[in-house]
């Protein structure tokens, strides 16, 4: 009877995310599973470099088997750029988040494919003291003090038993971050001498 | 040093080497807690990895020697960090075996500076 039981409660679940596939559909999905995009060739031969952190994992739309994220990638000779690192998700052994400094490679044909170094990727976590804590300094690189006050409050919160709702706070960069960030446009060319002067003075205006 | 299964994290200092200088002589000349059968098999920036791929004799009769599975892969990672002054903060992390794990914990304990500088 269990064994039905089981059957009828898998069919229910799968209804509600499509109905169960056939066949022919679950060996499509086992290879998307397992295919590796040609990360193991990158890791092999590509470039070693550092890539950091510039926004949070998110879903690909209309592909169930990948997820994304917004990297800077820093070429040993050359200058930084962004691209949106799409990866298996089979593939995420660690925790990566906003602020992180993570080990790549750069495929050395096309500086658009990158590859994490997930098991350095781990062993840096484990020397930040954890992925709290790692995630929590990444944080604070890219949002100064407000993010991981609102973040201890919730964990607090949680571990209270009031259901992690948080006080109202601000998730605004504080303004040291904010004038760094801005220091970093100017460096990188993105903003003119004068519309860095503008901004500056705008964001010491708040204080 | 903690452990949590077979994960193992270390910490050595290497006093008298930048990040780049203990990397490179880690890769040159693997720590002596590490034993022969591992081989590296990735770099990065700040870290070098080691892999044994081991088949115990009794997985090897059973999977055709390992043709059908029953490899164990133990991985170590070493990262190299500034440690704020003129050394480097060495932190060892990874699923090794068992008897590795005890020689690292050993190094580790010892304040084994660099494992074997």
Known sequence: MGLFKDFKNMKATADEHGGMPNLKDVRRDISATFDDRGEREILKSGIAAKGIVRGFVSPVPGDRFAMQIPIEVHPPDGLPYTIDYVFPTVRMQAAITAGMEIPIKIDRENGQRIAVQWDAQKASIAAAGGSYAAVQQGMAQTYGGAANAAMEQAMKNLRDGTGGATPPTTFSPDIQSRLQKLDQLKESGLIDAAQYEAKKQQLLDEL | ?117
């Open chain 2, 1 to 117: 040093m903690g452990t949590l299964s077979n994960m193992i994290t270390a910490q050595f200092s290497s006093p008298s080497e930048q990040p780049a200088a203990a990397l490179a002589h880690w890769r040159a000349t693997p720590p002596a807690w590490l034993p022969g059968n591992y081989r590296e098999i990735d770099d990065s920036y700040n870290s070098v990895t080691w892999e044994w791929r081991h088949t115990q004799m009794i997985m090897k009769l059973v999977t055709l020697n390992g043709l059908l599975g029953g490899v164990t892969c133990y991985r170590i990672t070493a990262l190299f960090e500034s440690d704020g002054g003129f050394g480097s903060r060495i932190t060892v992390n990874g699923q090794p075996d068992d008897k590795t794990q005890a020689a690292i914990e050993a190094a580790a304990q010892s304040f084994q500076v660099g494992g074997t500088v």
